[in-house]
């Protein structure tokens, strides 16, 4: 059976229509800014997001330190003896240690306290 002229160019123009129709999918689905594209930039904003707020956090306890160096002197305190070992004149440093002793040295100093070490006062000049 034959088909008339005038049929025959409906039947292109729905090929045509078929075709621009299942490029355009392949352009949703697959092409460079489709679905798949955007699932994988959705992924990797989330990522981001988790870094900026650790990243937050950090910043927000960096500011809180540099405000309490920069308001009071107990943070520069803090600072000297952790960070620099120092002490105030007048001040006993006592340092507890969390080592395991072992059986001889615990017989031979009996009447000491175990992990307990006292540093005399630092010695200041006098005239």
């Known amino acids: 059976m034959k088909y008339p002229i005038k049929y025959l160019g409906q039947f292109i123009l729905m090929i045509l229509a078929i075709a621009v129709l299942l490029g355009l999918q392949y352009q949703y689905w697959l092409g460079e800014n489709g679905r798949a594209n955007y699932a994988n930039l959705l992924q990797q904003i989330d990522e981001q997001q988790i870094i900026n707020d650790k990243q937050r956090l950090d910043n927000r306890v960096l500011r809180a330190d540099v405000s309490d160096l920069k308001t ?43 992990a307990v070490e006292s540093i005399p006062e630092p010695l200041t000049n006098q005239q």
Do not use: C, W, Y
């Open 72 to 114: 009071g002197l107990q943070a520069v305190e803090e600072h000297a003896r952790l960070d620099l070992g120092l002490i105030k004149p007048g001040e006993t440093f006592v340092q507890m240690s969390t080592a395991a002793t072992t059986q001889s040295t615990s017989v031979q100093n009996a009447n000491v306290p175990d």
